[in-house]
C-alpha cells in the first residue's frame, strides 16, 4: 500500500546544536536505508520550508506507522499521512 507522508521537522532546529546535528545526521542514515529498502519510493522537499514529502509503502497503517514512529527525528517532526489508492481512471485504461 502505498501512502503520501509530508513531515515537518521545523521542532528539530529548536534543540541545541550538537543535539540537533547528531538527530539530523541519523535521520539521514536511516532515510538512506529506508530509499533503499524500497520503503520511500519517492522523496522530495518543499521549496522553503524544512519540511518534505515523499510516497511511502507499507503493507497497512500500522506498519508504517510502525516504521515512522521509529525514525530518529520522530519527537520533534510533525507528519501527515495520506493513503493512496490508484485513480479510477488509470484502472479503466488498462
Known amino acids: 500500500m502505498e501512502f503520501l507522508v509530508r513531515v515537518d521537522v521545523s521542532h528539530v532546529f529548536e534543540l541545541p546544536a550538537a ?3 547528531d538527530v539530523i545526521r541519523r535521520e539521514q ?3 538512506r536505508d529506508l530509499l533503499a529498502r524500497g520503503v520511500i519510493k519517492h522523496f522530495w ?3 522553503g520550508k524544512r519540511a518534505n514529502v515523499g510516497v511511502w509503502v507499507a503493507a497497512d497503517a500500522e506498519e508504517l506507522h510502525d516504521v515512522l514512529s521509529d525514525l530518529p527525528i520522530w519527537p520533534w517532526a510533525d507528519i501527515e499521512v495520506t493513503p493512496l489508492i490508484t485513480h479510477f481512471l488509470v484502472t479503466e485504461a488498462k
Open 29 to 31: 542514515e536511516r532515510g
Open 45 to 47: 522537499t518543499l521549496v
Open 19 to 21: 543535539e540537533r546535528d
